[in-house]
């Protein structure tokens, strides 16, 4: 209460001033100050990223398959385009030029950079097989020894069959 | 820290909680001002719609540079200044509108204030309006529309919510001299316009 410093008549209208209610603004008036307070507002380059995850994390009614799955997927993928690519432009070679150049070709680079091919391999066998796969081979089992023979007879018996296309080829083009 | 116990916090200590970003702290500011200060303007601008927009350019401001706030001060004074700056300019720019309603702002006597106002009692008025307007309250309300803007503020700083001279005086950026003019003349001025209530 504040003393008084004003005329006896001024005491009523003092009073009355006192009891003057206090005015309310709308009911949403904080939440549109709130709205406006720049430190609370979440950054303008963040937001839409937050959000396109959300809408993805959403869709169709299930988890969507997160980027890190989605980099291997490619890489799986791309790995399987390759090693066709490499498969049938090296039995377009076998058929179409001479294989005992090619055959010399290739040995000449097994020889040359048969570690380098190897860890290559080992790495190219570890995307397709996978490591479980790999570390199986390696483990030396018996189920392991059977593997082997079944690659090394599919290895031999493609190349068989890509020799004996090649030589029908060659026939019936003379 | 919730919100609820904010109760027993001072305003410098919600200040500090808002300064680090809490929003609770924002929200109980203007819990504890919105209404004095809507008031504040409201009776100076006498336009509901106005005082609002007003109010909120005001928190805006003021929570928007909340890094600023200089303890040594009460955050009320410092708000209701931010307020009373906000108003008296907008009344500067609608000084047209304010004239033609209650008088030439630059009028330096009651007498001079009333010969360039344009009467607002006219029979427009609800039955409901007409015998809130008797009451003292209403008439109050009535007269201090009537006052200057500069007058207003300081009564009503004054009257309703008790701050001394020297803080007035800092919060309308005037000299205590001219403050306490103010208040003596506004108080005149109402003492005339009621005269015939009570």
């Known amino acids: 209460m504040i003393e008084h410093d004003f005329p006896e008549e001024f005491v009523p209208i003092a009073a009355e001033l006192q009891r003057l209610p206090y005015l309310s603004p709308s009911r949403d008036f904080a939440e549109r100050v709130i709205s406006r307070i720049d430190r609370l507002q979440p950054a303008h380059g963040v937001a839409p990223v937050v959000a396109s995850r959300h809408l993805e994390l959403q869709q169709g009614g299930r988890q969507a398959v997160a980027p890190l799955q989605r980099r291997k997927v490619g890489l799986v993928r791309g790995t399987g385009r390759a090693v066709v690519s490499v498969g049938l432009v090296a039995a377009a070679a076998f058929m179409f030029f001479e294989i005992d150049l090619l055959t010399a070709i290739l040995s000449a680079a097994a020889t040359q ?33 059977l593997l082997y023979l079944t690659l090394a007879v599919g290895l ?19 | 820290m919730t919100p609820n116990s904010y109760t027993d916090v001072s305003d410098q200590q919600v200040v500090v909680f808002a300064q680090e970003g ?17 008031s504040l303007i409201y009776r100076m601008v006498r336009d509901n719609e106005t005082a609002e927009d007003l109010a909120q350019e005001t928190f805006i401001k003021v929570l928007n540079n909340i890094d600023r706030y200089r303890p040594e001060f009460k955050f009320s004074s410092w708000l209701f200044k931010i307020a009373n700056n906000i108003t008296i300019d907008h009344l500067r720019r609608r000084q047209v509108d304010t004239i033609s309603i209650e008088g030439s702002p630059d009028a330096v006597t009651a007498e001079r204030a009333r010969a360039t106002a344009v009467s607002i009692t006219s029979g427009g008025e609800s039955p409901l309006e007409e015998l809130e307007s008797r009451e003292l309250g209403g008439q109050i309300e009535a007269a201090i529309a009537k006052l200057r803007p500069e007058y207003r503020a300081c009564i009503i700083l004054r009257h309703v919510e008790d701050y001394s001279y020297d803080e007035i005086a800092e919060i309308v950026k005037l000299p205590l001299g001219t403050v306490k003019t103010y208040i003596h003349r506004a108080r005149q001025e109402l003492r005339e316009y009621l005269e015939g209530v009570r």
């Open chain 1, 113 to 145: 950079y048969g570690f380098v091919m190897a860890a290559v391999g080992s790495q190219v066998g570890t995307v397709v097989l996978g490591p479980a796969t790999i570390a199986y081979l390696q483990a030396g089992a018996v189920e392991a020894v």
């Open chain 1, 156 to 174: 031999f018996g493609g190349y068989a069959a890509i020799r004996t296309a090649a030589h029908i080829a060659k026939s019936k083009a003379a």
């Open chain 2, 22 to 38: 809490r929003e609770d702290a924002y929200r109980e500011l203007i819990k504890r001002y919105e209404r004095p200060v809507f």
